[in-house]
C-alpha cells in the first residue's frame, strides 16, 4: 500500500505552495523528510521534525530526526517511526518542520491510499504546485489573550511593556 500525501507550505499569502507525495506505509518517516526536502529544494542540512496533529492542525507528539543530549532518551525518532504507524483511520495529519532557525513549516495530510504501481519507485513526488520563497514566511502567534502577535513584535517585546495575570 502506498499513501499519498499533500504537503502544503504553511503561509498567510494567497499562493499555494504545495507537493503531492506517494511513499510506502511500510517506509520511514526518515525516507519522507527526505522526500520534502528533495520536492522542496532543500538541502539535507539542517535539522527537523515531525508533529502528530489533530483534524484541527494542532501539534502534538514530536517525532525528530536527530536525538539530542538534553532530550528525552525516549524521544521517537524518524528512523524508527514507519508511517504505517502513525498514519491511519484516526490520524491522516501531520506537521513538518524544518530547520528550527527559519522555521518552514508545512501541513502534511493524507489524501488518499492505493495500491503500488509495479515499476514505480517510491517515494515518488506527483505534483509540484508553486515556487518556495527564498525566507521562511513570517508565522504570527497567538497570546494567551488572544491577540495575533507578528515576528516584528517579537523582536521589540520588552517585559516592561505587558502587565502580567
Given at each position: 500500500?502506498?499513501?499519498?500525501?499533500?504537503?502544503?507550505?504553511?503561509?498567510?499569502t494567497?499562493?499555494?505552495?504545495?507537493?503531492?507525495?506517494?511513499?510506502?506505509?511500510?517506509?520511514?518517516?526518515?525516507?519522507?523528510?527526505?522526500?520534502?526536502?528533495?520536492?522542496?529544494g532543500?538541502?539535507?542540512?539542517?535539522?527537523?521534525?515531525?508533529?502528530?496533529?489533530?483534524?484541527?492542525?494542532?501539534?502534538?507528539?514530536?517525532?525528530?530526526?536527530?536525538?539530542?543530549?538534553?532530550?528525552?532518551?525516549?524521544?521517537?525518532?524518524?528512523?524508527?517511526?514507519?508511517?504505517?504507524?502513525?498514519?491511519?483511520?484516526?490520524?491522516?495529519?501531520?506537521?513538518?518542520?524544518?530547520?528550527?532557525?527559519?522555521?518552514?513549516?508545512?501541513?502534511?495530510?493524507?489524501?488518499?491510499?492505493?495500491?503500488?504501481?509495479?515499476?514505480?519507485?517510491?517515494?515518488?513526488?506527483?505534483?509540484?504546485?508553486?515556487?518556495?520563497?527564498?525566507?521562511?514566511?513570517?508565522?504570527?502567534?497567538?497570546?494567551?489573550?488572544?491577540?495575533?502577535?507578528?515576528?516584528?513584535?517579537?523582536?521589540?517585546?520588552?517585559?516592561?511593556?505587558?502587565?502580567y495575570?
Amino acid at each position: 500500500m502506498i499513501y499519498r500525501f499533500r504537503v502544503i507550505l504553511d503561509n498567510d499569502t494567497e499562493d499555494d505552495i504545495f507537493r503531492d507525495i506517494e511513499i510506502n506505509k511500510k517506509d520511514s518517516l526518515v525516507e519522507f523528510h527526505k522526500s520534502i526536502i528533495t520536492s522542496f529544494g532543500f538541502n539535507n542540512n539542517e535539522i527537523a521534525s515531525f508533529y502528530l496533529s489533530d483534524n484541527q492542525w494542532n501539534q502534538g507528539e514530536e517525532i525528530s530526526l536527530f536525538n539530542f543530549e538534553d532530550q528525552d532518551q525516549n524521544n521517537k525518532l524518524m528512523s524508527d517511526v514507519l508511517i504505517g504507524d502513525v498514519i491511519n483511520n484516526q490520524n491522516s495529519k501531520l506537521i513538518y518542520v524544518y530547520d528550527f532557525l527559519n522555521m518552514w513549516t508545512f501541513l502534511v495530510q493524507l489524501v488518499e491510499v492505493a495500491e503500488g504501481i509495479k515499476g514505480i519507485d517510491y517515494p515518488n513526488i506527483i505534483f509540484s504546485k508553486g515556487e518556495i520563497p527564498e525566507k521562511a514566511p513570517e508565522k504570527k502567534f497567538k497570546s494567551e489573550k488572544r491577540e495575533i502577535i507578528d515576528d516584528e513584535d517579537l523582536e521589540s517585546y520588552s517585559e516592561d511593556d505587558h502587565d502580567y495575570y
